[in-house]
């Protein structure tokens, strides 16, 4: 998505950003867009306190002055504005090709609303040509990845399961301290089911399927904004 579309997107989830609101603020690209539209208006005096879905939008915060608390200190948000690498025309998501699905999800779940910035070209008709991130725990890797190939078998997903790495060729490490497996099955019919089933194998943290999480997603076009939901 263009550096334009993201900040079409951003500029127009601020629209739904209410004074007093207590924000879960996303991660990626896009979310990005939308904190540097945000945080003018904050300086400008709209007040809102922010729980950031990562360290890195937590710095990107700090950095642009953005207010910030703890979920912990605020475990009830009122809203949360964040990215998705997929969505579907139900509002299925996929998310967590930045590695933050765990908090993502955390946020979402503990927020009265979920808006979703994206661009046109990540609505897809069924999930899944986007890899499905899934966060795993680091004991029991392998079993867990063959649990996983066994599950995906049983429900007819066929693909491969990688390991993510940073571009440096290191085990890529969540902000828990969790790996990331990629799973590429190209199609996912029934994404609530598969988020339910992947969640009962041991080893797996969390899923990147967000279902019935989302409220309205904010689509950036060449043509114009439009509002799903
Ligand atoms: C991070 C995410 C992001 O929201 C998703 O990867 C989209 O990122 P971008 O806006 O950079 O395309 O889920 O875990």
């Known amino acids: 998505m263009s550096e334009d579309l993201k900040r079409e997107a951003g500029k127009a989830a601020l629209s739904?950003?209410?004074?007093g609101m207590r924000l879960g603020i996303g991660t990626g690209s896009t979310a990005e867009a939308f904190i540097r539209e945000l945080a003018p208006k904050v300086k400008?005096?709209?007040?809102?306190?922010?729980?950031?879905?990562?360290?890195?939008?937590?710095?990107?915060?700090?950095e642009l002055s953005v207010p910030?608390?703890?979920l912990e200190e605020t475990p009830q948000l009122d809203l949360t504005i964040d990215g998705?690498?997929?969505?579907?025309g139900r509002l299925n998501l996929i998310k967590g090709g930045g590695g933050a699905l765990l908090r993502e999800k955390i946020v979402a779940q503990a927020s009265k609303s979920m808006i979703v910035?994206?661009?046109?070209?990540?609505?897809?008709?069924?999930?899944?040509?986007?890899?499905?991130?899934i966060e795993v725990n680091r004991f029991g890797l392998t079993a867990t990845r063959n649990a996983i190939d066994?599950?995906?078998?049983?429900?007819?997903?066929?693909?491969?399961?990688?390991?993510?790495?940073?571009?440096?060729?290191?085990?890529?490490?969540?902000?828990?301290?969790?790996?990331?497996?990629?799973?590429?099955?190209?199609r996912i019919p029934q994404p609530q089911a598969l988020a339910v089933a992947l969640n009962t194998i041991a080893g797996v943290v969390e899923n990147g399927l967000f279902c019935a999480l989302a409220d309205k997603a904010i689509i950036a076009a060449a043509s114009g904004v439009q509002i799903m939901e």
């Open 16 to 19: 739904f950003v209410k004074p």
């Open 44 to 62: 400008a005096g709209l007040e809102i306190i922010g729980v950031p879905t990562s360290e890195r939008t937590r710095a990107l915060c700090e």
């Open 68 to 70: 910030l608390t703890t």
């Open 84 to 88: 998705a690498d997929e969505l579907d």
């Open 117 to 133: 910035i994206a661009d046109q070209s990540k609505v897809v008709e069924v999930l899944g040509a986007y890899p499905l991130p």
């Open 150 to 186: 066994a599950l995906a078998s049983s429900l007819n997903l066929s693909g491969e399961i990688t390991l993510r790495e940073t571009d440096a060729g290191k085990l890529f490490e969540t902000d828990g301290g969790h790996l990331i497996v990629d799973a590429s099955f190209g």
